[in-house]
């Protein structure tokens, strides 16, 4: 198993009142992901469950992307890796995203 956490400063907080969502189930040789609204406004937390090792710069440019894109300001983010692809991590990053923004 691998451990990864990034941080990242935003320039506004992740819009919407949802305090966290869920997407993704690892079972599927996929991933989960957590997203939980418990961080300053300009700050986001993302912490990565892998068992595949070696990739850290792959996850650290799908991450950047996904926080220059969504600017998921206060939100700790927690990935379960399964071994999804890059694609898919992006996917299911602004899935989450999106359902934290549509409310409670």
């Known amino acids: 198993m691998e451990s990864l ?8 907080p992740l819009p919407g009142s949802k305090t966290q ?3 993704g189930v690892v079972a599927s040789g996929n991933l989960e992901i957590l997203l939980e609204r418990v961080l300053p406004p300009d700050t986001v937390e993302i912490a990565i469950e892998t068992p595949i090792a070696g990739y850290a710069q792959v996850w650290e440019a799908v991450v950047a992307d996904f926080v220059a894109r969504a600017q998921p300001g ?9 071994g999804a692809r890059p694609d898919t991590v992006s996917l299911r990053l602004l ?3 999106r359902l934290m923004e549509m409310g409670a």
């Open 95 to 97: 899935q989450g995203a």
């Open 74 to 82: 206060g939100v700790r983010i927690s990935i379960n890796d399964g």
């Open 5 to 12: 956490t990034f941080r990242h400063t935003t320039t506004k």
């Open 21 to 23: 969502a869920i997407t």
